[in-house]
């Protein structure tokens, strides 16, 4: 692995990163030799929870196993690990009050109930890892075209909450980022997760700047819905045929009319029929498929694409990891094909 040596921001008007610059500012340095399809991974990603907790923690390795297994990540691939993100870059979107709770653990007993966590140390070190890594990744997204990370997609985080066992909003921190940093004018979040991104919505609902594209069951968490820019609601126990169906109506309309420099992509795959938390029917195939279609669209209109996996929570974890590798297949796939 490639270990991502820049420094964070202290705070705004001075620069984001010691290695952007010039154009970028610039290209990374150690970025410049990637050959292959940039992987952004960290072991940090996975912290210890309580026996029998729900959320699938372990499943963030099984993710990074497959890879390697499976020939996506090889000797010649550059696997790169993001730093910790500092509490600077995450007050682009959160409130200072509820980042100083979270960060020293000062949030009250019905604040971590609600985001399905009890507060420890390891877990604040994981989500921050988390969002580092979703961040780099658009980073390197917009240097390379296309970028996949092994986590993320963590869009029910508020400004001054967390809910849903999301902390950070890490969508959201990456997309303002690349705003306030003049890195992009307009990003354009696609939310295939089956839940919808009400924390993402709720952000950006004033903010002509980014679109919040989420397609999700719409009898389903969170129950108090939020306004994306799009919201496109699917009934329960709906199939490959019927999803796709419905992302083809409205995903290329959505990219010629906001013409995006960026798309964030979080590929869920809690639309699974053997999901625990989805209620859709999508198989392995249909999941494939989506990708495919989403990374094509967006690829062929030379905008760049940064990928996170989105929800999951299969009981069967080898299952659950395999199944979260499929949007790093599909990117694999274009990358080659338009050689990237």
Known sequence: MVSASYSWPIFLGKPWFKLLHRKFLGEP?????????????HYGYVCDLPPGHRFPMKKFHKVYDFLCSSGIVTKHS??????????????????????????SGSTSTEEQRVTGFNWTSHLVDRVRYESGGTLLTTVLAMDRGLACSTAGGTHHAFPERGTGYCLLNDLAIAAQFLITTGKARRVLIVDLDVHQGDGTAFIFKNLE???????????NFPFRKQESDLDVELREGI?????????????PDVLQSFNPDIVIYDAGVDTHAEDNLGKLKMTDEGLFKRDLFVLTNVINRGIPCATVIGGGYCQDI???????????????????QKGL
Not at 79 to 94: D, G, T
Not at 212 to 219: K, V
Not at 318 to 336: E, Q, S
């Open 29 to 41: 340095t150690q970025f410049k030799n990637i050959q292959n399809l940039p992987i952004v991974h």
């Open 78 to 103: 550059q696997v790169i690990m993001p730093n910790k993100i500092e509490k600077s870059v995450a007050s682009l979107v959160h409130t200072d009050d509820y980042l100083d709770k979270f960060f």
């Open 209 to 219: 700047t980014v679109f919040t594209f989420s397609m999700h069951c719409g009898r």
């Open 239 to 251: 199939g490959d045929k019927e999803y796709m169906s419905s992302l083809t109506d409205y995903l």
């Open 318 to 336: 080898d299952k659950l990891g395999k199944r979260h590798t499929i949007i790093h297949h599909a990117a694999l796939k274009v990358w080659k």
